[in-house]
């Protein structure tokens, strides 16, 4: 199957490349574009308190309170209380505000009742009639901002917008600043590391012509899945498939590029020679791309709405790249032929590889130690696994310098901590009767005396009094573990028990979406991880028909994973000092480290495969894939880190955090795993390796004379004698 694709794509390279335009030309006519949204509340399924609480709330107070709330704190520019004069100008502002009849904009308040006690803060609360990710609520946002504005611009006092609407609008802004920033980085990252490997700025330029076109192509189609799916991504989706594809795009044709390099070494035409090459690396980055587009397909399985969206979007990303590796690229390399690699004459001549020749000497000679020594240093950096902390903070996370995060600063000088992002409490009647004062007194009293708990404010009753609404301002930020662990262990229980007959209780705002959050990350946890080991493993199977080799990489990839959650935790929360890592990067973090550091395993186990049936000892076998695969795997995976790297560069803490999880998870997965213990325990092993699989030496097929040059023997991959046939390894040396 393989050899028959890579035949075709080889000979008819304007055909593929034909093709590929048009279907670029009709999904990018038809395919809409992304949907992505901020606000993780819209993420939950409907049966999570918060969003039930969302909904009473909305239906009880739809003239009051309801929608997104834009919050201006005003101070003096000198920093001093605020006067008389100061206040009626305030005042002055937010009539004006009202007056301006913004669109979606349903009430302006600002009084004396918006002071704060110190005299230093006065707010004006804005509300919004739309949810955070609603377009009209965003144009309602900078309406606001624009009209402030010139308002207090010769004055003494000056003026910032927080709040749901500030904080959602500078995160769009963070995030497409950031999509710019990290496209720029990964191209020129990508172009300087081909350079430095091939010495030829075709090579460095192929990826960027390809992978640009294949980003286009995927956002299109991740679109049209939106559309028929009706999934909505995280607000990051754009930039996660862009350093996606570019990376694991980038790794594909590396290692095209080094098996077609290698085969016009050992005295192939370019013609065969790139047949050999595609054929044979079209199994692994079939089975490699197989595993990552398994593993991030589980998180269909997600109660979460960030991950069931997530998950799928970089499956098809992946899907596509392999489809664009197994035919585009053979395709244009074909016009190409050698040319692929100019300037560079090294494709003409055998490299001395002394490096990769010491190391593969060292690791197969000292294999028992090495190992060892490898182990130890993953089991040291899981240790660090233990001392995780989860934050739901995503505000935190955006860059500091933005409006919203400075007015959000500004407001602690007057208002406690949990003023702008309070807790309601609601209690419902359910037998339809309006509610008794005194017992809603009551249930607010216990409310105020739960420890964590600064503030319990007068109810707010909605018009036919079956709804009291109780404003809860808790002693530290509303993300924070201590408000998540407070709302979710004291609060809720405290109010559904504290609820008079005939009434319900329910626990919403911001800090008790976070703790749903966490109820459903914990249980997507639970789902997840075992799902994508277990397919990963299947994958593994299929391939190698070994079940050692294949529970032995699945135990490996998932020793890769603990170290790289304990290195990240290490460097990031007792390093940093950040109080704790956004409760999304663990589980991306330990997709990309099973299905990426997975591809390595592959690359290399396949390569000592193939080894071993040419007749090689273990040992032997070891040595050669070292020496030849070696230097691919670290190659990709610097590229590949590199790439995720550049989102340290994102100004955002979740990008951030989650490109050195990655990078360091792609490193410890290549260098340690991959080019280290795997062959060593082949070493160490034998041909135990591989039960119950049994890779029996083949002969090699004597060459059959080719009277057309310009149409070589079809390689077929999948029998032990077409394997040899296509060739595993640097033929000019083996004869």
Known sequence: MYGTLARGVVRHPWWTIGAWLVVAAVVGFFGPGLSASSDQAEFLPSHYESVQASKAQEAAFAQSGAGSAATFVVQRRDGGALTGADQQLVEQAAGQLRDRAIPHVTEVQAGRQTVSENGLIQLIQVTVDGTQSDPGTQEAGRALRAAIEPMFANTDLKAGMTGDVGI???????FASAEQVIALATVGLIIVLQLLIFRSPVAALLPMVTIGLLVFVSVKLIGIAQRIFSLTAEQSVTVWVTVVLFGVGTDYILFLLFRYREQLRGGDDPRTALIHATARVAKVITSAGAAIVIAFSTLAFSSFGSFKAQGPALAIAVVATVVTALTLIPAIVSLLGPKVFWPSKSWQRQPR??????????????????AAAAVVVLALLSLGALRFQASYDYNAGLPQDTESAIALKDLQRGFPVGALNPSSALL???????LEETAVDAFRSRLASVEGVGQAGPAAYSPDRTVARISVLLDHESGSPEAVDTVADVLRPTAHEAAPAGTHALVGGPTATFADIRSAVNRDYSVVFPLAAALTALVLLALLRSIVAAVLLMVLVGLSYLATLGTSVLVMQEGLGK????????????????????DYNILMVDRLRDETREGHSPREAARLAIRHTGPTAVAAAVILAGTFSSLLLAGVALLAEMGFAVAAGILISALLVSSLLVPALTVLMGRGFWWPARLTAVQRPQPAAVTDPASPPEPVVGEPVDETAVGSGDLGNRR
């Open 168 to 174: 959602v609008i500078d995160a769009e802004d963070a």
């Open 353 to 370: 590889a002394r490096a990769s020749t010491k190391l593969s000497d060292l690791i197969v000679g000292r294999a028992g130690v090495l």
């Open 428 to 434: 419902v009647s359910d037998t339809g009767q309006p």
């Open 579 to 598: 109080a704790g890592i956004i409760f999304n990067v663990p589980i991306f973090m330990y997709l990309f480290v099973v299905a990426i550091g997975t």
